[in-house]
């Protein structure tokens, strides 16, 4: 690795180490290395075995072990080459995503998808670090010691503050973070597989009856939901320390392939692993990896712990680096540490609520994920749309200057995320949290049988979104964008 990509560069970094590149522009000089280098932040942050529990996340749906399969690949292979094409936007802009994203929404506007990339991001890694914690406390009580509130405490205060500290000291940290998690996860996980082979029982799983056409697409969606849509906000974030002459075929691939190769092998032996077991298929959804341990001989028992905590921290550490720069974007002035640590300390509140008073882990889960992602699958829209419209990069200094080119506040695209809210949320059902009861009020006018209809919960409201989003800014941006490019041509004419 050379330059900004090689964990011995600086970028941006203070004498005692803390990044102190925020929201602004990267330097010419601190960016580098090459687009291969994007594999293992990206592989480092999704290889955990959650991975496995996603398994039985998607037979949860009712569906057949082979539509699990296909459905779970092709919603990851997806979702994730979509995080592939917005980290492009990194290389031509060398900013964060959310700051390169004021080129549709406008300099203040896009503080709208600032606050809901925030909040995603936030999410996530209050959930991941609920992960570890709940993992860990399972761990303890299989090995005979308390596994109860101490452990708990213990075990939260520990992760939190490894991800905390790391978010802080920023990219350089991060970077060789994932490295060290990639090989001892990478590791560890076979292990873990290769000891709990024996309990696949192919002949169960290849009895388990097809689910029907609303059941299969609502699997689908909720797989490009829970992995590559719920990275999309961020994929800027890392390949913004790239060259402007890196390969975009290489920086789509890389990034695509790196997420994406361990959530697909590990969510394959999920199914076979939730598919041979109904009473551990049940056991995954109040804890998700801590359930996987039952299958474990006690020797390994401490090993996984250590695999499984890395994992999630490895996923935690990209989010709270990415939510403290969302952070920024939308109005916050704090240094980008400051941002991060502001972030830790809610992270830390969501978790005390999910580890030690949420009923299970599954349903909290599943209702954030599906009421953020309609939003988030609008922006991705918009901003793939935006992406492809333009021929030319950025005009990097404009996207901080309100009375610039990308203009204060742009109300198309605005205007298509509420339109694709209100839709999307017509068209997805939650059951997982009373107050989110309204969503889901377009089923029955449609003719989609109403909140207990077939598409129920086939959560078209994501897709939807998705699609409102790229078409409506692909047909009705294209002029504005032309505009701002023409513009650029104008003022190089001029001097």
């Known amino acids: 690795m050379t330059a900004a990509l090689d964990p011995a560069r600086g970028a941006g970094a203070a004498p005692g180490g803390v990044e102190l590149n925020g929201i602004n522009m990267i330097a010419e000089d601190e960016r580098g290395g090459r ?7 990206w592989f480092g942050a999704n290889v955990s075995v959650f991975g496995i529990s996603y398994g039985s996340f998607v037979l949860g749906f009712g569906i057949s072990a082979l539509q699990a399969v296909v459905v779970g690949v092709i919603g990851i ?22 700051v390169l994203s004021r080129a549709a929404f406008g300099v203040r506007g896009n503080r709208l998808p600032s ?35 101490t452990t708990k405490v213990v075990a939260l205060v520990v992760v939190a503050a490894l991800i905390i ?20 996860t990478g590791v560890l996980t076979v292990v873990y597989i290769v000891l709990v082979l024996d309990t696949v029982q192919i002949a169960t799983v290849a009895a388990m009856p ?11 969606i909720f797989m490009m939901t829970g992995f590559g849509l719920g990275w999309v906000n961020v994929a800027a974030d890392y390949s913004r320390y790239l060259p402007r002459s890196a390969g975009s075929g290489a920086v789509v691939g890389w990034t695509t392939f790196g997420s994406s190769l361990a959530p697909v092998i590990l969510l394959i032996f999920g199914i076979l692993l939730a598919g041979s077991s109904t009473d551990l298929n049940d056991a995954i959804a109040a804890d998700p990896i801590g359930a996987l341990t039952t299958l474990l001989p006690t020797w390994f ?30 109005g916050i002035r704090v240094p980008r540490y400051v941002a991060a640590a502001i972030d830790g300390v809610l992270m830390i509140i969501g978790s005390v609520y999910i580890v030690f008073f949420a009923d299970d882990f599954l349903g909290p889960f599943q209702g954030f994920l599906i009421t953020l992602g309609v939003p988030v699958a609008a922006w991705c829209g918009i901003f793939i749309a935006d992406l492809a419209l333009r021929r030319t990069d950025y005009a990097e200094p404009e996207l901080f200057t309100p009375s610039g080119r990308y203009q204060d506040v742009r109300w198309l695209p605005i205007s298509l995320i509420v339109i694709a809210a209100v839709v999307g949320w017509g068209l997805v059902t939650n059951t997982f949290a009373s107050w989110l009861g309204w969503q889901g009020y377009l089923l029955g006018p449609l003719g989609l049988g109403g909140r207990e209809g077939a598409w129920a919960y086939a959560n078209l409201g994501v897709l939807a979104a998705l699609l409102i989003g790229f078409v409506g800014y692909l047909l009705l941006g294209r002029g504005a964008v032309r505009e701002q490019e023409s513009s650029a041509i104008r003022q190089r004419l001029s001097r």
């Open 115 to 149: 606050v809901i990339s925030w909040l995603l991001t936030v999410g996530w890694e209050t959930a991941l670090t609920s992960l570890a914690v709940l993992a860990t406390s399972t761990v303890f009580t299989a090995l005979g010691f308390n596994g109860a509130t």
């Open 301 to 330: 028992l401490v090993p996984f712990a250590l695999v499984a905590v890395l994992g999630l921290v490895g996923g935690a550490v990209l989010d709270i680096y990415s939510s403290g720069l969302a952070l920024l974007s939308a």
């Open 77 to 98: 292979l997806i979702s994730f080459a979509l995080c592939g094409i917005v980290s492009l936007a990194g290389k031509r802009g060398s900013a964060p995503t959310m």
């Open 35 to 41: 687009p291969r280098n994007l594999f293992w932040p």
């Open 210 to 220: 097809a689910g029907s056409m609303p059941q299969v697409i609502g699997a689908l």
């Open 165 to 184: 500290a790391t978010g802080v000291v920023g990219f350089n940290l991060i970077m060789r973070m994932q490295l060290l998690i990639t090989a001892i």
